[in-house]
């Protein structure tokens, strides 16, 4: 199956997007679909105004479009694709390019981990199946290049199984419920520990 994920690389893109609103728009219009700058603003305790500049931030860079229904301040957007994949330290990658990918990774990853403290939080008040159904994972393997890749590869595989649930409602399952997974396989560096 090709990547779904738009691939970005120009560190205006990767700017554009490394702001916690534009970020939290972004994830927002891809789980929910089609939302107004007023039905944003609602749900993430900001107002119209700002998302609506926001929104126009993102549109210039192709990262939301107007969706049908609607003209003005009642004019929808939405999410064109499905994500967006970029390299923190690819070698080839210029100075800016590298800060500006590291700026949004740093944006992503402390959103995912906001969200992780607030599932923590709401974990006892689940119903039992959900909260023996969650887990967290945290390891260290001694692996090869080729390995890590592998092992990489083989996560984004089985997590790419059930993408087109994220994208057509009609085949999520009765009972699901959106999960969220967040893997990094990265080599490691504690003190005094060299590779083999």
């Known amino acids: 199956m090709p990547d779904p994920h738009r691939r970005l690389s120009d560190p205006r893109e990767l700017n554009a997007l490394a702001h916690p609103v534009r970020m939290a728009i972004i994830e927002l219009l891809s789980v929910s679909g089609p939302l107004t700058a007023t039905e944003l603003a609602d749900r993430l305790d900001e107002t119209p105004a700002n998302c609506s500049w926001h929104l126009r931030k993102l549109a210039q860079h192709g990262f939301v479009v107007e969706a049908e229904g609607g003209k003005g301040r009642q004019r929808p957007w939405q999410v064109p694709g499905l994500g967006f994949r970029w390299d923190d330290e690819h070698a080839s990658a210029s100075?800016?390019?590298?800060?500006?990918?590291?700026?949004?990774?740093?944006?992503?990853?402390?959103?995912?981990?906001?969200?992780?403290?607030?599932?923590?939080?709401?974990?006892?008040?689940?119903?039992?199946?959900?909260?023996?159904a969650q887990a967290g994972t945290e390891m260290v393997a001694w692996l090869t290049a080729d390995e890590l890749k592998e092992m990489n590869e083989a996560i984004s595989a089985v997590l790419d199984r059930h993408v087109e649930r994220l994208t057509d409602p009609s085949k999520r399952p009765a009972g699901s419920r959106l999960c969220e997974f967040v893997a990094w396989g990265v080599p490691t560096y504690f003190p005094g520990v060299e590779p083999a």
């Open 95 to 132: 100075v800016e390019e590298r800060r500006a990918a590291q700026a949004l990774s740093e944006v992503t990853m402390g959103r995912a981990m906001d969200r992780l403290r607030e599932a923590e939080q709401r974990m006892p008040d689940e119903p039992e199946e959900w909260r023996t």
